[in-house]
């Protein structure tokens, strides 16, 4: 399915590249006189596009697909033929939007390919399935009570399980002076959670290991609980479910790790995993998801970048030192990283990309949103 869905993200990309440069297409097709008047009348070859781009209001991509048109095509025929696949190529792209965020459809594309592979390959199974019809031992029942609670985690790793009646008596939650929250989610008291740290470590615990809580509580102190490594401190909490998820890891040094959660699953009840990512350089994001996920990446020196979780492909080894995602200048280094929905920033257009690595662009003032503190401190 995420092959799927990476191969629709890529085609639909490019109609939307597409679709951009034939909307500068379209501004031009108001005055092409002037366009060819523009272009004439310009001294020097590398001012064309930064003219044009004035006169028309086109951006440098669209200026220079306008730029490059021959001569001979440069008539209100050949424009309004190029014109006239705007309507149809955005109907294309939110068809291709719809697919990849849907997975019904997606199911539906692989078990349309599977159908044509049997036609192409119309040949009898040559193997057989066994099954082992051995009666296995029956698995101890887990007898630990089952109930929705919702997890808090500080920033200085003070962890709270709090349940739905507790939760809808007081919400507020209290916190050390100088302390505050670092993430929250809902979860089964019967779920696994995964803690990781600064020291590129993963301690394995269940939310049944901790006692229910309230709001005004400061919490339990997980480095302590979990006898962390001395000075060691809590990153990230993760919920793993089925271990089938994904993880996103992002570096200080402009790099980014995907992974599955799967690297994780252990036969044994093991309490801690040792070299659990890559520690060539300080983590400054993780994300968890199980659908493509849109990411916006923040560097120190003020610029932006957002891309799409498909543009990664993912890797087998949890230590990884990654591939480049943020072009980075000299001493700079990326600061935080986090899903878009709540990045708030909106001009999306204006730092998405299509390819990785990249540089982004410098923030917008109206696009910083409320300040944000970083996952990491300094």
């Known amino acids: ?225 979990l006898e962390m490594d001395d000075g060691e401190r809590v990153v990230a909490v993760a919920d793993p479910g089925d271990y089938r998820g994904q993880l996103l890891l992002l570096f200080e040094n402009g790099k980014a790790a995907r992974f599955g959660m799967d690297v994780y699953e252990t036969k044994t009840n093991r309490k801690k995993l040792v070299n659990a990512f890559s520690d060539k350089s300080p983590l400054r994001g993780i994300l968890f998801f199980r659908e493509e996920l849109d990411v916006a990446a923040f560097a120190d020196d003020g610029r932006a970048l957002v891309f799409n979780t498909a543009l990664l492909q993912p890797k087998t080894s949890r230590t990884t030192q990654g591939v480049g995602c943020m072009s980075l200048k000299a001493r700079r280094k990326l600061q935080r990283a986090e899903p878009l929905e709540g990045a708030g920033i909106k001009n999306v257009a204006r730092y998405r990309v299509r390819t990785l690595p990249a540089a982004g662009a410098v923030l917008r003032e109206e696009d910083r949103g409320e300040e944000q503190l970083s996952l990491i401190g300094d």
Do not use: W
């Open 1 to 225: 399915m995420e092959c799927v869905r990476r191969r629709v993200y890529f085609e639909l990309a490019k109609k939307k590249d597409k679709l951009h440069l034939l909307k500068g297409l379209e501004k031009i097709l108001l005055d092409i006189d002037k366009a060819i008047a523009v272009i004439r009348n310009t001294q020097h070859e590398e001012d064309v596009v930064p003219n044009l781009m004035t006169q028309f209001g086109i951006d440098e991509t669209q200026a220079e697909f306008v730029a490059e048109i021959k001569l001979r095509n440069i008539n209100r025929e050949y424009i309004l033929k190029r014109v006239a696949e705007t309507d149809e190529l955005e109907k294309e792209i939110a068809d291709l939007e719809d697919v990849v965020s849907s997975r019904r459809r997606i199911r539906a594309i692989i078990i349309a390919e599977l159908k044509d592979v049997i036609k192409k390959y119309p040949s009898p199974r040559r193997t057989g399935l066994v099954y082992d019809a051995a009666p296995g031992e029956a698995a101890a029942e887990d007898e630990t009570e089952d109930y929705h609670v919702t997890l808090f985690v500080s920033r200085e790793g003070y962890f709270k399980k709090i349940t739905d009646a507790s939760l809808r008596m007081s919400s507020e939650q209290r916190y050390k002076e100088g302390d505050g929250l670092l993430t929250s989610f809902e979860a089964s008291n019967r779920a696994e959670l995964l803690v990781f740290t600064d020291r590129a470590q993963v301690y394995k615990t269940r939310c049944a290991d901790f006692e229910d809580t309230k709001a005004s509580a400061l919490g339990t102190f997980l480095p302590t609980r």
